[in-house]
């Protein structure tokens, strides 16, 4: 069983900064890749970055500017940094663990996902 808890989210002012954090208990981070997505509200989930198990970072092009992805595998922790927060980036972030091998983040897979982390970005 795999599980996963993000936590950093809450209220940031427009062009604030933010770190998400994802613990990963049941396997070490280099079983697997993690990805983050990102649900605005009434909107599909997207994917926001991976990394993975080699430690290749993976971002569609929308995300390479504003959004890093790095782990701490001495505590089973991948992080994502979020810059320069605008209000679109309001909504639900999840972290998973499954594969990713490029940029097309519908490509993604994805078995295992946490609960979520609310956001909100707004003065």
């Known amino acids: 069983q795999v599980d996963l808890v993000e936590s950093g989210g809450g209220l940031v002012q427009p062009g604030g900064s933010l770190r998400l954090s994802c613990v990963v208990s049941?396997?070490?981070?280099?079983?697997?890749?993690i990805g983050w997505f990102h649900q605005a509200p009434g909107k599909e989930r997207e994917g926001v970055s991976c990394?993975?198990?080699?430690?290749?970072?993976y971002y569609p092009a929308s995300k390479k500017d504003r959004f890093t992805i790095s782990r701490e595998t001495a505590k089973n922790t991948v992080y994502l940094h979020i810059d320069k927060l605008k209000p679109e980036d309001t909504g639900v972030y999840y972290c998973?663990?499954?594969?990713?091998?490029?940029?097309?983040?519908?490509?993604?897979?994805?078995?295992?996902w946490g609960k979520g982390i609310r956001v909100t970005v707004s003065e």
């Open positions: 998973a663990a499954g594969g990713c091998y490029s940029d097309y983040a519908p490509s993604w897979g994805m078995d295992y």
């Open positions: 990394i993975s198990f080699d430690e290749s970072t």
């Open positions: 049941g396997h070490t981070l280099s079983y697997f890749a």
